[in-house]
């Protein structure tokens, strides 16, 4: 029994966790897209901007993850 909870605790732990950074990425790269449409000689320092913030996105969903996996078997 104690498993099955830990199991659905991090399952939603990694979903949760996952369901933001998902949501912001898409955001970031719509926003950058029209961006770049709007100001094309901008775009190598859009670009620039964009892939820094989508690491420190990421970082959020890696965390979940380390979170989901320290329920899971601690």
Do not use: C, H, W
């Not at 659905?8 to 449409?37: D, E, F, N, R």
């Amino acid at each position: 029994m104690e498993g099955d909870v830990a199991s659905l605790g991090a399952g939603i732990a990694m979903g949760v966790g996952a369901l933001g950074p998902g949501i912001g990425i898409g955001l970031l790269a719509s926003s950058a897209m029209q961006s770049i449409g709007r100001n094309p000689e901008a775009g190598g320092l859009i670009q620039q901007n964009m892939i820094l913030a989508i690491a420190f996105t990421e970082a959020i969903a890696i965390y979940a993850l380390v979170v989901a996996i320290i329920i899971k078997f601690v």
